[in-house]
């Protein structure tokens, strides 16, 4: 089942937008957050990555003008006429042509009816992150304020970094998830990943004295097991906050997706990025509340 025609041919009040959510790893944890509270179907998304998800869900189709979009991300949806992917046009560019739209034309601004720019003002500095709860108290904000719009809610967990270590009182460096420049070695990386592994490349960087950031960083601090803990202590972390939310407003239909998977070290490779159609990367979860 295709994942976009969900979104615009089914009936929803309110999307709740998880980023890099594995349809394997949600199926694991949801029953004992939800228990019998809705249905799970595990649909296939048409991207690999964020903005390239944003371009070919909503690209070409009637613009979502009943729609409130609380955004954790400027290049997911903003209100200042950002387009998705911001620094990133050749990606997207090198990534549409193998599917429908072969532009990124998306306007995020005049597509949904309203967005709150969360990115704006939400971002905590010592995190590196908007945590859940902080998108939680907003989305029931904005759900009490105009209880009459649909909404499409969108966390940045359970995207790295992983909350779970940062709680523990570990320092944050800037990541990789969120610097632009990544995308300048982006193709030399993709090219290099080839021929070897995530790991032995970060191991690699390590030897010359390169800093490492994001999923490298816990990688060589706690390896692939450490990885793998720190995504799902982060999903069960984000799923109870939205709980909360559905608790609040029984009379909504809520769905629960995301936009694409993660790969937690199939085929030597960690994280999301245009690249081949694992299925970890396109199943992914699509959870009607009752």
């Known amino acids: ?33 939800f228990g019998d ?49 911001g620094g990133t046009k050749n990606n997207i560019r090198d990534f549409t042509k193998r599917l429908k739209y072969n532009h990124s034309d998306l306007d995020t601004k005049d597509y ?9 003002y939400g971002y905590d500095e010592n995190l590196g992150a908007i945590p859940p709860e902080t998108v939680t108290n907003v989305g029931i904000e904005m759900l009490k304020k105009y209880p009459n719009k649909r909404y499409i809610i969108y966390y940045w967990q359970i995207h790295d970094p992983y909350l779970y270590f940062l709680k523990k009182g570990e320092t944050h460096k800037e990541t990789t998830s969120r610097v632009n420049a990544v995308y300048k070695w982006t193709n030399l990386k993709n090219l290099i990943n080839k021929f070897i592994s995530d790991e032995t490349f970060w191991t690699i960087k390590e030897k010359f004295g390169i800093e490492s950031k ?13 990885i793998i803990k720190g995504y799902a202590e982060d999903l069960i972390y984000t799923l109870k906050n939205v709980k909360k939310m559905i608790d609040m407003f029984p009379n909504k239909k809520f769905v629960i997706t995301t936009d694409h998977g993660e790969l937690l070290g199939e085929y030597g490779k960690y994280g999301h990025a245009p690249s081949k159609r694992y299925k970890e990367l396109i199943e992914v979860p699509w959870y009607e509340v009752n």
């Open 1 to 33: 089942m295709k994942q976009r025609e969900l979104i615009h041919n089914t009936n929803w009040d309110i999307i709740i937008f998880l980023d890099a959510v594995r349809f394997d790893y949600f199926e694991r944890y949801y029953d004992d957050i």
């Open 37 to 85: 509270k809705g249905k799970l179907t595990k649909v296939i998304s048409p991207a690999t990555f964020t903005y390239g998800w944003m371009v070919e869900t909503f690209e070409g189709t009637e613009p979502m003008k009943d729609v409130i979009f609380v955004s954790s991300d400027y290049e997911v949806a903003n209100s200042k006429g950002i387009k998705p992917g």
């Open 112 to 120: 949904f009816g309203k967005i709150v720019d969360l990115w704006e």
């Open 214 to 226: 994001g999923l490298a960083e816990t990688w060589l601090k706690y390896g692939r097991s450490g």
